[in-house]
């Protein structure tokens, strides 16, 4: 039963970036899209990005011009960076599995603890 | 950007009840790519319904999904106490590549 567990600091200050890494444990990294998926406080739930194993990566446009995310294939790892971090950002980011029913449908089907990140002078 | 939008805000039931939830898309959705969450207080989101109307595995028979096109519903047949949660919809598709709706949350009384 794969398993993904995330990490990375909880607390920034404005102007910083975010930075959280994910591990997948127990089952397939390859032949799958993993994302990054935030919740503000009470609120619902916002899509990020995308990255395959190949390095290929599809971002939200709204946050685009600030978003990195990387693959690190020899450790079963992908990050997430976000630049020049504000209020707004203060959120639980959560690490997904993409899954590809086979034409059945697309979905989300494993999800990370969530880390929660503060954004905070 | 497709739009969904949830209705009702909030349903409150009493257990053994049926739930009706309702997702409409800004534009016309592939049923394919039209899944249901469930999110219990404090946890992650858990998937229970993909390609609009088939479970997700462990999901229990009393969650049914519906709907193509803009339309779409999320079926509770008999409450119980643990289905206290709020759910959303999501689609596939379009850009942003995977959106979400606002969330309905089911109290149960």
């Known amino acids: 039963q794969v398993q993904v567990q995330q990490w990375g600091a909880g607390l920034l200050k404005p102007s910083e970036t975010l930075s959280l890494t994910c591990g997948v444990y127990g089952g397939s990294f390859s032949g799958y899209y993993w994302s990054w998926i935030r919740q503000p406080p009470g609120k619902g739930l916002e899509w990020i990005g995308e990255i395959h194993l190949s390095g290929d990566t599809t971002y939200n446009p709204s946050l685009k011009s600030r978003v990195t995310m990387s693959v690190d294939t020899s450790k079963n790892q992908f990050s997430l960076k976000l630049s020049s971090v504000t209020a707004a950002d203060t959120a639980v980011y959560y690490c997904v599995r993409n899954v590809d029913y086979g034409g059945s449908g697309f979905a989300f089907d494993v999800w990370g603890q969530g880390t929660m990140v503060t954004v905070s002078s | ?109």
């Open chain 2, 1 to 109: 950007e497709i739009v969904l939008t949830q209705s009702p805000g909030t349903l409150s039931l009493s257990p053994g009840e049926r739930a009706t939830l309702s997702c409409r898309a800004s534009q016309s959705v592939s049923s394919s790519y039209l899944a249901w969450y469930q999110q219990r207080p404090g946890q992650a989101p858990r998937l229970l319904i993909y390609g609009a109307s088939s479970r997700a595995t462990g999901i229990p028979d009393r969650f049914s999904g519906s709907g193509s096109g803009t339309d779409f519903t999320l079926i509770i047949s008999r409450l119980e106490p643990e289905d206290s949660a709020v759910y959303y919809c999501q689609q596939y598709g379009g850009s942003p590549l995977w959106t979400f709706g606002q969330g309905t949350k089911v109290e149960i009384k």
